[in-house]
């Protein structure tokens, strides 16, 4: 069935490492999203895409980077340069870019040590 | 500066009454507003949304609100269940303005058995 699909869910990396986290989506959506909670910050922004090899900057995109080579993948590598990057990151996708309801995959949690 | 606000961290509720959750909007190029209901380690789910066309919406239990003259926006609940216990995020997009969802901090809500 059709969804979005997070990987690892929990992520444990030491610090100074880049990492990347993994997201898939079967929906035939053109948009992908991925934005990071933190307690008390609600959702934030990281970057976004609104079609294959193309993506922006959100409001919070310092220390990532991602890539969109296909429709239904938008990895997100958090780099060494991210200097708090322990939180709880949520990929989104939607069937038109923009101005409209994004469907969230189930999250993974990544714990820096 | 904050453009989506839920001034209200926390709301709690005896099971069967109304529950009133508000959030305001300062971007007045939004035109589309949403609600996400999250539980602890997944991913968010849509709930309802409302076009700035429209000042109500209702889907079974829930309800969305809307004034566009005070930007602000409310989701009620009627009857509240002990399963609505949740974080409730308001997010708001614009068609014309070419923006991804913008999030509030969210509002956790708890309906007492």
Redesign the interface.
């Known amino acids: 069935d059709g969804g979005?699909t997070?990987s690892p869910k929990y992520l444990f990396r030491k610090e100074g490492q880049n990492v990347t986290l993994s997201c898939e989506q079967n929906l035939n959506h053109d948009?992908m999203?991925w934005?990071r909670q933190d307690p008390?910050?609600?959702?934030?922004?990281i970057y976004?895409s609104q079609i294959v090899n193309d993506f922006q900057k959100?409001d919070i995109a310092e220390g990532y980077s991602v890539s969109r080579e296909k429709k239904e993948s938008f990895p997100l590598t958090v780099t060494s340069a991210q200097k708090n990057p322990t939180a709880?990151y949520?990929c989104?996708s939607s069937i038109r870019?923009?101005?409209?309801?994004?469907?969230?995959?189930?999250?993974t949690?990544l714990t820096v040590v | 500066d904050q453009q989506v606000k839920?001034n209200s961290?926390s709301l709690s509720v005896q099971e069967g009454r109304i529950s009133i959750l508000n959030c305001d909007y300062t971007n007045s190029m939004f035109?589309?507003f949403?609600w996400?209901k999250k539980y602890p380690?997944?991913?968010?789910?849509?709930l309802i949304?409302i076009s700035s066309i429209k000042d109500k919406n209702e889907d079974g239990r829930f309800t969305v609100f809307l004034n566009k003259s005070a930007k602000h926006l409310s989701l009620h609940i009627v009857p509240s269940q002990p399963g609505d216990s949740a974080v409730y995020?308001c997010?708001a997009?614009?068609?014309s303005g070419?923006?991804?969802?913008?999030?509030?901090?969210?509002t956790r809500l708890s309906v007492i058995a």
């Open positions: 979005i997070q948009a999203y934005y008390g910050q609600g959702l934030r922004l976004y959100g709880f949520l989104a870019p923009l101005g409209t309801e994004a469907f969230f995959g189930q999250g949690r | 839920q961290p035109d589309y949403l996400y380690a997944e991913g968010p789910t849509f949304s995020f997010a997009a614009s068609n070419n923006t991804p969802l913008v999030f509030g901090k969210g």
